[in-house]
């Protein structure tokens, strides 16, 4: 089996990193997500990819290399943990934004668990078509201007 090569300073890459908070326990952390892969979906892979989060958290080298040299790095989260933008910090970058869903477009907040033994739905019920597209046209504004 070929070894796999990994990228390194110098390759070419993709101009712009976000980093989504992307926790499934909720209603915000998953909008996050889909919003992240919405504007990867309209702005195309040259301009802009989505980060490994946890890949920040143990210093993986291609993930680290790739921030380094991306224009811009922006972080996305749910809500006021900000699990993304704390841990890209902690991981020695400098955000060009931060975006927090709560804040920035007035989510509400719904913890999943809340409804088990109750009212537990199917999981995209949880989620808002308007919200996830506000959140995108925030990430690619950013991106964009
Ligand atoms: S920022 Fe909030 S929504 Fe996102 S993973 Fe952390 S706790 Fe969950």
């Known amino acids: 089996m070929a070894e796999e090569k990994h990228w390194e300073e110098g390759i070419e890459t993709h101009e712009n990193v976000i980093f989504s908070c992307y ?16 504007a990867v979906k309209e702005l195309g892979l040259e301009k802009v990819v989505i980060g490994c989060l946890a890949g920040l ?6 993930v680290m290399g790739k921030t380094k040299a991306a224009k811009k790095v922006i ?7 900000e699990c993304s933008r704390k841990t890209a910090e902690l ?8 975006i927090v869903l709560t ?3 007035g989510m509400k907040k719904k ?3 809340e409804d088990i033994g109750q009212n537990l739905k199917p999981v995209m019920e949880y989620i808002s078509q308007d919200e996830v ?7 690619v504004k950013l991106i964009v201007e």
Do not use: W
């Open 91 to 98: 991981a020695g970058f400098k955000l060009t934004k931060s």
């Open 133 to 139: 597209q506000k959140a995108k046209d925030l990430i």
């Open 75 to 81: 972080t996305v989260d749910g809500c006021p943990f």
């Open 23 to 38: 926790g499934g326990m909720s209603n915000t952390g998953i909008t996050s997500a889909l919003a992240c892969l919405e």
């Open 57 to 62: 958290q143990h210093g993986v080298q291609p």
């Open 111 to 113: 913890a999943l668990h």
């Open 103 to 105: 804040r920035d477009i």
